[in-house]
């Protein structure tokens, strides 16, 4: 009994040491929020404010929530004594014996309810009360993702390059050993629809790991500090569960270019992602990434190396790929269908709507009680899904036509002025975007050429004007503005809108002689569109090379 008592007198003295040394490292440790003057301007507009302590260097303020340190240097502290009672604290030698003291008490009245309470359950404070988590643990929970690459139809192009994310993250001491580093984090662009949020889950799924999903609405708070409190949660719940994916859907909501639209608790949260992206290292094992549909939005900050460094652009799907897409779907679907009749019927459709597309169909065939589906279910619902309350981009034959001549005509301008793209098709154009820092003026003007190519080919060929024109148009005077204004490329010394419109006509007539010189390839060009709607450069310069 003795022995038990000893054991226990033992027991006690090392919990109370530890608890000691823990209340030490924690009250020499200062975990208070840092803000920055302009968010206690903020706090103090909208009243938020309820103490204010100056203890050098920081000024301490309390909210009903919250408690923050502004670097003092530099605070107006006339102003806030003003509207505040200010405490002025300074540090005192029986300051430190008073908190040890004190968690000595704290330590010894702990020990001493633990002995009481021994007949609880384990891991419970209180009897028949289990553990619980915080909020905001539940808010950085983990899941396990069960898609695979299997359950995304098309996009081959784009798996193969995550391929090398999965390996990474599956077996990372292999790259550790070589030194070898993988981007930070990978930014999926593209329209609403082609499936990013579903790309992101099959990489986790693949590499088995744990998938933190995170929407960038809701990353941003209305109360001051929280939405960069919810990031610094996030990683640091992934960095313990490494190796994982952190994903942020619509990142563009909380990363849009700062300035434009200022915004204090947006621009905080952003300060805290861009902190939270440079804060660990490549072979950490956490792979950030994020989706978005308005990548030009993004703050600058966000895409340069070492955050966002590898971007994946996922344009709408081709006829091959809709033709993989509509199998997938019809999978577990009895059906009767010609599914190239089908893919070639719904150019424009993203995966999305070739999703409702199915489900509309599927419904339709319930109805007329047949037990599969049939192109007559299609044909029935296509125009509702294209003209009713879902509305998606669809062409007609006609369509198709025009879509195909203007497209043709920017490819084979591209290519002959050699201007980097990576696709151009019926439905889609990407035109990379330079990074070079110094761009000639022959450069510039290639790329408004590529923007007039489409229009004139339409007038030239079709003998018309269409409204797909328009944003080519307007992106054209803005480049050719910047040639003037911004870099000063034009005849005189003082910039003019009438240079600029003069520059325009002098471009719009040297593509058009420049078109008709060349209608046998645009031609060829606009076979191949109307067969595989897609063209690259490698297709497009064979084209050149097979007539000229």
Known sequence: MRRFRWDNLKIAAAGVALL?????????????????????????????????????????????????????RGIDLAEV?????????????????????????????????????????????????????????????????????????????????????????RHPGKYRKLDVRLPKGVLLAGPPGVGKTWLAKAVAGEAGVPFFYQSGANIVEIYVGMGAKRVHELFQAAKRQAPAIVFIDEIDAVGKSRGEGRNDEREATLNQLL?????FESGSGVIVMAATNRIEMLDPALLRPGRFDRRIHISLPDERERRAILELYLRKKPHALDLDRLAHLTVGFSPAALSTLVNEAALHALRRGSKRLEDADFEAVIEAVVSGKRKIL??????????????????????????????????????????????????????????????????????????????????????????????????????S?????????????????????????????????????NIDPLQAREILRALF
């Open 81 to 169: 004594a003003d509207r505040y009672p200010l405490e002025v604290r300074g540090s005192h030698p029986l300051a430190w014996l008073t908190a040890l003291l004190g968690l000595l008490a704290l330590g010894g009245g702990a020990l001493w309810l633990l002995r009481r309470r021994q007949g609880s359950e384990p891991g419970s404070l209180v009897e028949g009360e289990p553990l619980r988590e915080s909020a905001s643990a539940e808010t950085v929970a983990p899941t396990r993702s069960t898609v695979r690459f299997r359950d995304v139809a098309g996009m081959e192009d784009v798996k193969a390059d995550l391929a090398e994310i999965i390996d990474f993250l």
């Open 20 to 72: 000691v040394i823990l209340g030490l490292v924690l009250a020499l440790r200062d975990n208070t929020r840092l803000i920055s003057g302009e968010q206690l301007k903020v706090l103090m507009r909208k009243q938020l404010v309820t103490r204010v302590v100056l203890d050098e260097p920081y000024l301490y303020v309390r909210t009903a929530r919250m408690r923050y340190k502004v670097p003092a």
């Open 497 to 533: 809108q009438e240079e600029v419109e003069s520059l325009l006509a002098e471009l719009f007539e040297e593509t058009a002689a420049m078109l008709r010189k060349l209608e046998s390839a645009r031609k060829a060009i606009e076979e191949h569109l109307l067969r595989h709607e």
């Open 275 to 279: 902190t939270e992206m440079d804060g």
């Open 394 to 495: 669809s062409f007609s034959e006609e369509e198709r036509r025009i879509q195909a001549v203007y497209q043709s005509a920017k490819a084979l301008v591209a290519t002959w002025y050699d201007v980097p793209f990576e696709k151009i098709g019926i439905v889609t154009t990407r035109l990379e975007e330079t990074e070079r820092e110094i761009l000639s003026r022959g450069d510039l003007l290639a790329r408004i050429k590529v923007r007039l190519a489409g229009p004139i080919a339409t007038r030239e060929v079709l003998g018309e004007r269409y409204s797909n024109a328009a944003e080519d148009l307007a992106r054209a005077r803005r480049e050719a503005q910047s040639v003037i204004f911004d870099y000063g490329m034009g005849e005189g010394m003082l910039p």
